[in-house]
């Protein structure tokens, strides 16, 4: 029987880091999809990190927790650059009659 190694993927931590700006806002996964619009499957995803994000998805995920870009590639444990609160997201439209 031959051994055989499982190949480890190299992440850059992202998903690590978003769980922990998220769980320091108090946020769940589904609160931060609604602020993200996204699917808060998308992000659990990022969060395992079966998945790396493109620019566009780590910019609306750090405008979603009030924190800069530049906050997910701090070490897991220091504080986010201080920003203003974010309004509560807007609340669903009703499509289809006008």
Known sequence: MVAVAKEEKKTSGFGRRLRELRKAAGLTLE????RAEMAYQAIARLERQEREPTWPTAI??????????????????????????LPD????TKRGKK
């Open 31 to 34: 609160q931060l999809g609604e």
């Open 60 to 85: 609306k995920l750090a405008e979603a927790l009030g924190v800069s870009v530049a906050d997910f590639h701090k070490p897991i444990g220091e504080a986010p650059v201080e920003s203003d609160p």
């Open 89 to 92: 997201p807007k609340p669903p």
